[in-house]
């Protein structure tokens, strides 16, 4: 196990940001999540390079269940506010509501065709102006990849866009006081201790906490509750940096591996099975010696 800190400070992006945190210990919390397939079988748009959604339900992403429950843990113990942010279609507004009903005290949905069809630094782009309009914030959680991308790329590259440090893969958060927060940071040889200023963005594994179902109270709060619905407009996105339009990669070929599996039994006894298995290998010339 290896242990090693970083002390990654950020005065610039706490001056943009209008962010001021000496000694107070309420957190204002924006955790990231986004919808994903609920299945394994994932069907694509030979034409688009495009997930299709039509026909099958959907879910929040399960790593994000564990950004949600760790927000919701930490305004419970120092207070605050916790928004729930993402980025796609209305119907993703539901999924804001589960985040409600769960504990988050807001709601965002960033949603115009000109997001479609973004790629990783797109959705970044997106998720920050989204994120400065919502204003002032000291911690931002995202789950450490989407089952549907597996990339691990947004988290870090939205930190990158807001200009404030991040680190990845977080299984514990040891503590957030005086404007930093120390967390530790799964890595092959075991885990290392990360010390940041606020604010930040931390990516989040399930080792981390196990999600709480939502109760009654917080389902009825969440049928109630106000989403905000903004567009490319509302926070003042350039187009030309957003969906298809704003990715740098594009998917140029998707296709589910075939499984052509064959078998086929040898019979007789043990020097029979061997002499049949030695001819059956030299006539599809498998090199033997």
């Known amino acids: 196990m290896s242990k090693t800190v970083n002390d990654l400070k950020s005065p610039r992006a706490c001056e943009f940001l209008g962010f001021c945190k000496q000694g107070a210990d309420r957190l204002n919390i924006i955790v990231c999540i986004k919808q994903v397939p609920d299945?394994?079988?994932?069907?694509?748009n030979k034409e688009t390079n495009t997930i299709v959604r039509e026909g099958i339900a959907s879910i929040i992403n399960p790593f994000d269940t564990y950004a949600i429950e760790e927000s919701i843990r930490i305004n419970e113990k120092l207070g605050?506010?916790?928004?729930?942010?993402?980025?796609?279609?209305?119907?993703?507004?539901?999924?804001?509501?589960?985040?409600?009903?769960l504990g988050s005290d807001n709601g965002v949905l960033l949603s115009d065709r000109t997001f479609a069809g973004a790629d990783t630094l797109a959705t970044a782009y997106v998720l920050s102006m989204g994120i400065r309009k919502i204003g002032k914030f000291d911690l931002?959680?995202?789950?450490?990849?989407?089952?549907?991308?597996?990339?691990?790329?947004?988290?870090?590259?939205?930190a990158?866009?807001?200009g404030i440090p991040h680190t990845t893969n977080v299984r514990k958060i040891e503590e957030i006081r005086n404007g930093y927060i120390k967390c530790q940071r799964m890595n092959d040889n075991g885990y290392?201790?990360?010390e940041m200023s606020l604010p930040a963005v931390i990516t989040v594994i399930k080792e981390i906490n196990n999600p709480r179902l939502p109760s009654i109270k917080g389902v009825m709060r969440a049928r109630q509750a106000t989403v905000h619905i903004w567009n490319a407009a509302d926070v003042n996105a350039d187009k030309?940096?957003?969906g298809l339009n704003g990715s740098p990669t594009q998917v140029v070929e998707t296709f589910v591996p075939a499984h052509d599996v064959t078998a086929e039994m040898i019979q007789g006894d043990a020097d029979q099975q061997a002499k049949k298995l030695v001819d059956k290998l030299l006539s599809i010339k498998f090199p033997i010696f």
């Open 39 to 44: 299945t394994t079988e994932v069907r694509i």
């Open 80 to 101: 605050g506010e916790v928004t729930a942010i993402s980025m796609g279609i209305p119907s993703v507004e539901e999924f804001i509501r589960e985040a409600i009903a």
């Open 140 to 158: 931002i959680i995202c789950g450490k990849q989407s089952t549907d991308g597996d990339t691990a790329q947004v988290g870090p590259s939205l």
């Open 160 to 162: 990158e866009k807001l």
């Open 192 to 194: 290392e201790i990360v």
């Open 240 to 242: 030309a940096l957003c």
